[in-house]
């Protein structure tokens, strides 16, 4: 089944604990993105990458780290988690990033 | 589920008529724009998309119209059903790139 796979699904954690948020895609998709979304803000870009080892920022990158060693692997890292952060979490991936975006489940982060 | 629009615009729609969504974006150079819907604890779904060479663009049930000269985009959906029931986004992408802006949605509700 194609599919867009984030882990965790749910994260509770404190300010300043390292925490790495993956993301796969079976769909040998070149284009994948992470968006957080809060409430009346809609979907705000953090990072995408266009293929691998190519990556670039969106919107609201402050706070994030992604890499792109491999196609099918986009992990989110937050080096130093705030508060700020907390949020829902959508990872994303297409074919070339001009045509549909397939979405994972999403990932409930807390920062206490 | 998660609740991601608390303070979203809504549209309440009788069961069978015409539902129009409305989304105005922000950048003259974008060139490609995309309609997402996302149900209540889920990621969001691609509904239809255009470009910007375009001006009118159906799917099933589905109709987009774009409106270049005063930056506006329309999602009409024909003979709404229960099912439609969600929150709709608008998306553009507003670089040569793949960095894509999403509208803040609108709330759909399909009553009987």
């Known amino acids: 089944e194609a599919q867009v796979t984030q882990n965790p699904r749910y994260l509770i954690t404190v300010t300043g604990k390292k925490l790495t948020v993956t993301c796969s895609q079976n769909m040998n998709h070149e284009y994948m993105s992470w968006y957080r979304q809060d409430p009346g803000l809609g979907l705000r870009q953090i990072y995408y990458?266009?293929?691998?080892?190519?990556?670039d920022k969106g919107d609201v990158p402050e706070g994030y780290k992604v890499s792109r060693k491999e196609k099918r692997n986009f992990p989110l890292i937050l080096e130093s988690p705030s508060p700020n952060q907390t949020s829902l979490y959508f990872c994303?991936?297409?074919?070339?990033?001009?045509?549909?975006?397939?979405f994972g489940p999403g990932t409930r982060l807390t920062v206490l | 589920g998660e609740s991601v629009g608390l303070h979203l615009p809504t549209l309440s729609v009788q069961e069978g008529d015409n539902s129009i969504i409305n989304c105005a974006y922000s950048?003259?150079?974008?060139?490609?724009f995309i309609w997402y819907k996302q149900e209540s604890g889920k990621g969001p779904q691609f509904i239809i998309d255009?470009?910007?060479?375009?001006d009118k663009r159906q799917g099933q049930r589905v109709t987009v119209l774009l409106n270049k000269t005063v930056k506006h985009l329309s999602l009409q959906i024909a003979a709404t059903q229960p099912g439609d029931s969600a929150v709709y986004f608008c998306a553009e992408k507003s670089d040569s790139w793949g960095k894509l802006q999403f509208g803040a949605g609108t709330q759909v509700v399909v009553t009987p």
């Open positions: 990458s266009m293929n691998v080892e190519v990556t």
């Open positions: 255009i470009r910007s060479n375009m």
């Open positions: 950048n003259s150079a974008s060139d490609y």
């Open positions: 994303a991936s297409s074919t070339t990033g001009l045509d549909e975006q397939f």
